[in-house]
């Protein structure tokens, strides 16, 4: 028996485990994604802040 199928008979044969597993990884990975779009965001705010203060210093 291949490994996929031996995953897949796991997954069939434990199916609250599985989809506790997949929903803790899904909001894992939506947390993840929302840190990174705020760092990003915060970091454009502070590259356009200080574009902002040098324009008004010169």
Do not use: D, P
Not at 8 to 28: A, P
Not at 30 to 48: C, D, E, R
């Amino acid at each position: 028996m291949g490994a996929i199928r031996r995953a897949y008979c796991y997954v069939t044969r434990k199916k609250g485990k599985s989809i506790l597993l997949f929903f803790i990884l899904l909001i894992m990975a939506t947390f993840v994604l929302a840190g990174l779009s705020t760092q990003k965001a915060s970091q454009a705010a502070q590259k356009n802040l200080r574009e902002a203060l040098g324009a008004k210093m010169s």
